[in-house]
T-cell receptor
Framework: SQTIHQWPATLVQPVGSPLSLECTVE??????LYWYRQAAGRGLQLLFY??????ISSEVPQNLSASRPQDRQFILSSKKLLLSDSGFYLC????????????FGPGTRLTVL | KQEVTQIPAALSVPEGENLVLNCSFT??????LQWFRQDPGKGLTSLLL?????REQTSGRLNASLDKSSGRSTLYIAASQPGDSATYLC???????????FGEGTQLTVNP
C-alpha cells in the first residue's frame, strides 16, 4: 500500500532562517506531488505541484521554492523565512494530476518567530 | 476566480443525530468535487469524490450530493458518532483541471 511521510512534524524557526521540509511517498511510481499551506483562518492554498523529477509548477508568488530531486521525494525550501510563512504545510500525492483523489501526508506545523 | 464557502463554520450535535454539511461554489464549471476529513493537527483524508456528471456518492454512513447548476454540494452523515468529530473540507476542481480550491471547512463536534 502507498504511504506518504513528512518531516519534521513540528518546527519553530526564527525570521530570516532557512527552511527545508521533506515529503516522501512509498508504494507508487511517478506520483504527482503537491505542497499546500493551511494558515489560520484560511483554506488550504496550493503552493507547488510536480508531475515528475525536476518539474515544478508554482501557483502563487512567494518566499518559498520547491524541488523534486527523486521520483518520490518533494522538498519545500526557503532561504529566509518570514513571519507570514507560519502555517501547517501539507504534502499530497495523486495518480492523475488533480483529477483524482489526493492523498495527504500528516503535515508539518511551522512557526516562525 | 472560484470561491468555495462552507456553512456552518462549526457545528455541535448530540450523538445519533443525522446532519448535513453544506458547500457552495461560485463557478459551476467544475470537473469534480471532493470531501475531506481533517483531524486536529493531522493531514486530510479523502472521504468522497463526485465527478461533475454524478449526482451523489455514498460510503457507509456518508452521502455526498452535487448540484452543479446551483453550485452546491452537501455531505450527509447518518447516525453521527463521537468519532466523526473533525473538520470537514470540500474542494472543487475546475474544468481546466489545473486548480483545486478548498473551502475553509466545517468543524464538527459530536457529543456523547
Amino acid at each position: 500500500s502507498q504511504t506518504i511521510h513528512q518531516w519534521p512534524a513540528t518546527l519553530v524557526q526564527p525570521v530570516g532562517s532557512p527552511l527545508s521540509l521533506e515529503c516522501t511517498v512509498e508504494g507508487t511510481s511517478n506520483p504527482n506531488l503537491y505542497w499546500y499551506r493551511q494558515a489560520a483562518g484560511r483554506g488550504l492554498q496550493l503552493l507547488f505541484y510536480s508531475v515528475g523529477i525536476g518539474q515544478i509548477s508554482s501557483e502563487v508568488p512567494q518566499n518559498l521554492s520547491a524541488s523534486r530531486p527523486q521520483d518520490r521525494q518533494f522538498i519545500l525550501s526557503s532561504k529566509k523565512l518570514l513571519l507570514s510563512d507560519s502555517g501547517f504545510y501539507l504534502c499530497a500525492w495523486s495518480v492523475s494530476l488533480f483529477t483524482d483523489t489526493q492523498y495527504f501526508g500528516p503535515g508539518t506545523r511551522l512557526t516562525v518567530l | 476566480k472560484q470561491e468555495v464557502t462552507q456553512i456552518p463554520a462549526a457545528l455541535s450535535v448530540p450523538e445519533g443525530e443525522n446532519l448535513v454539511l453544506n458547500c457552495s461554489f461560485t463557478d459551476s464549471a467544475i470537473y469534480n468535487l471532493q470531501w475531506f476529513r481533517q483531524d486536529p493537527g493531522k493531514g486530510l483524508t479523502s472521504l468522497l469524490l463526485i465527478q461533475s456528471s454524478q449526482r451523489e456518492q455514498t460510503s457507509g454512513r456518508l452521502n455526498a450530493s452535487l448540484d452543479k447548476s446551483s453550485g452546491r454540494s452537501t455531505l450527509y452523515i447518518a447516525a453521527s458518532q463521537p468519532g466523526d468529530s473533525a473538520t470537514y473540507l470540500c474542494a472543487v476542481l475546475e474544468t481546466s483541471g489545473s486548480r483545486l480550491t478548498f473551502g475553509e471547512g466545517t468543524q464538527l463536534t459530536v457529543n456523547p
